[in-house]
């Protein structure tokens, strides 16, 4: 039922306009709030929380407030025109935990909307490739299996078959900025219930080799009217976005973990996103 929920929210989230913003700032994102952001950004930038100990960290984003912090997210993901991630992802799947983490290397586009995907040596479905381009279809993908069942390629819609044996999340959504509109949209939650969107933990973790900072969130209840029944996510502190995600259900098992384990700024054509390219294997 958990993933059957986050999808339902997933793609109520992904259908509207991408980023919550896209229409507007929401009522709670002022200019005082983005003027902080910004600040915020900047030192970010500078390397200031990596010169900080334990305890000096926690103390400083606990005194943010969440709309600065929501707003510098969604700002910091959205800096670059272009990303090259590299990704390992574990989810559960119709009910199944991925023991063994999918490695995903992924490029995405800003303007045009564009993503292209593939499945790593080293992982489950190596091989696997998809394209997104949103001026050709707007509301499909097109992909093939890895492996030995690479036969043709097809086009297939964003919820199809294809798309839910890989993920409960669209691919639109596997980059820092859906993280960034999935910690907008809890805030937004938060305070419609009358509740402060603040983090109910904080804690310093070493994840994939680096030093972050974990935010816990555990709400009133989880999907369809949250997120999850409780959501971790750990601040890359070099760089202004998300180092990992992680989600468990209301019996504490564990739903996703998302690990951002190396982003790139990157200038795309539309080459690279045209299932033509003599690197790819459509």
């Not at 005194?63 to 993901?77: H, I, Y």
């Not at 750990?234 to 996703?256: F, H, T």
């Not at 973990?257 to 390219?277: C, E, H, S, W, Y």
Request: overall charge neutral; charged content about 20%.
């Amino acid at each position: 039922m958990r993933a059957a929920g986050l999808a339902v929210w997933v793609c109520g989230l992904a259908a509207a306009p991408h980023g919550l913003h896209a229409q507007g700032h929401p009522p709670w994102q002022t200019e005082d709030v983005r003027q902080q952001a910004r600040d915020l950004l900047q030192r970010w930038h500078a390397g200031a929380f990596l010169a900080l100990d334990d305890e000096a960290l926690v103390r400083s984003f606990r005194a943010l407030s969440p709309e600065v912090l929501a707003t510098a997210l969604a700002l910091g993901a959205s800096q670059h025109e272009g990303l090259e991630i590299w990704m390992k992802r574990q989810e559960r799947i119709h009910g199944r935990w991925s023991d063994k983490p999918f490695l995903n290397h992924i490029k995405y586009r800003r303007q045009p909307r564009q993503v292209y995907m593939a499945w790593l040596p080293g992982g489950p479905k190596a091989g696997q490739e998809i394209l997104y381009d949103a001026r050709r279809r707007p509301d499909a993908m097109y992909g093939h299996l890895g492996g030995a069942f690479n036969v043709m390629s097809i086009w297939t819609a964003l919820d199809g078959s294809l798309a839910r044996e890989n993920s409960n999340h669209s691919v639109l959504d596997l980059s820092p900025r859906f993280i960034a509109d999935v910690v907008a949209a809890e805030l937004q939650r938060y305070r419609a219930e009358g509740r402060s969107p603040q983090a109910d933990s904080f804690e310093v973790l070493t994840v994939a080799g680096q030093r972050c900072l974990a935010l816990g969130w555990t709400p009133s209840s989880g999907p369809p009217a949250h997120y999850a029944a409780r959501t971790r996510i750990c601040l890359n502190l070099r760089q202004p976005w998300v180092l990992q995600v992680e989600s468990w259900d209301a019996e504490g098992d564990i739903q996703e973990r998302i690990l951002f384990d190396k982003i790139v700024p990157a200038t795309f054509t539309d080459g690279d996103f045209d299932p033509a390219n003599a690197a790819y294997r459509f």
